[in-house]
């Protein structure tokens, strides 16, 4: 099994920067791509993030520009730094991780950990 925990969420005023990480563990043989989705109440989960372990990065339209991403292969951690945030950026955030087990690709996600923007 794959393990993902996140850290680093919290209450941020507008236009604040915060940092979120997620930290795999488990049975991995190798990571193919992670990344960030949210969901905030009433809506569906949306990407917001990914990158892979060549540091190939896709961002939603929403956060591009104020959001980046960036991965520890040997640590298989994953940390977005968010800048200029908005109170629509208010969601749980969670980590997802695409990850080759040596058995298959599979995909797992973490408990999600809560971003806040309100002055």
């Known amino acids: 099994q794959v393990q993902l925990v996140e850290s680093g969420g919290g209450l941020v005023p507008p236009g604040g920067f915060l940092k979120i990480s997620c930290a795999a563990s488990g049975s991995i043989f190798g990571i193919n791509v992670m990344g960030w989705y949210r969901q905030s109440p009433g809506k569906q989960r949306e990407m917001v993030a990914t990158?892979?372990?060549?540091?190939?990065?896709s961002f939603a339209d929403s956060v591009r520009g104020r959001f980046t991403t960036f991965i520890d292969d040997r640590k298989k951690t994953v940390y977005m730094e968010m800048d200029h945030l908005k109170p629509e950026d208010t969601a749980i955030y969670y980590c997802?991780?695409?990850?080759?087990?040596?058995?298959?690709?599979?995909?797992?996600w973490g408990q999600g950990t809560q971003v806040t923007v309100s002055s």
């Open positions: 990158i892979t372990p060549t540091e190939s990065r």
């Open positions: 997802y991780a695409e990850v080759d087990t040596g058995w298959g690709t599979s995909t797992f």
